[in-house]
């Protein structure tokens, strides 16, 4: 339980796309929200996406309109779509699990490995 693995990370020119992916384990990923974090280099973690386990999202001004979050509760996956990208995107992003169906102010209950995303001027 718990377990999340993320993927799709990579190099990319700016005003590229690329599509993270997380793969849970365990049987109440639909049952739980899901967030997307990210952090760059000397920067603190930051929150970039969130979904309820009602697919409600919640996104961070920085990428409003730029990234999409979503999830697949049949295939234990929650997504983020990153269009637009910009350099200052580039960053270690984290895929996060809360312990509740809303994201809650103590925050996700566990995490994955993280994976790079650099996008070049």
């Known amino acids: 339980q718990g377990q999340l693995v993320e993927s799709g990370g990579g190099l990319v020119q700016a005003g590229g796309s690329l599509r993270l992916s997380c793969a849970a384990s365990?049987?109440?990923?639909?049952?739980?929200?899901m967030g997307w974090y990210r952090q760059a280099p000397g920067k603190q973690r930051e929150l970039v996406a969130t979904?309820?386990?009602?697919?409600?999202?919640n996104y961070a001004d920085s990428v409003r309109g730029r990234f999409t979050i979503s999830r697949d509760n049949a295939k234990n996956t929650v997504y983020l779509q990153m269009n637009s990208l910009k350099p200052e995107d580039t960053a270690v992003y984290y895929c996060?699990?809360?312990?509740?169906?809303?994201?809650?102010?103590?925050?996700?209950?566990?995490w994955g490995q993280g994976t790079q995303v650099t996008v070049s001027s």
């Open positions: 996060a699990r809360y312990n509740s169906a809303l994201p809650t102010r103590d925050g996700p209950g566990y």
């Open positions: 979904i309820t386990s009602f697919h409600n999202t």
């Open positions: 365990g049987s109440i990923f639909s049952s739980r929200a």
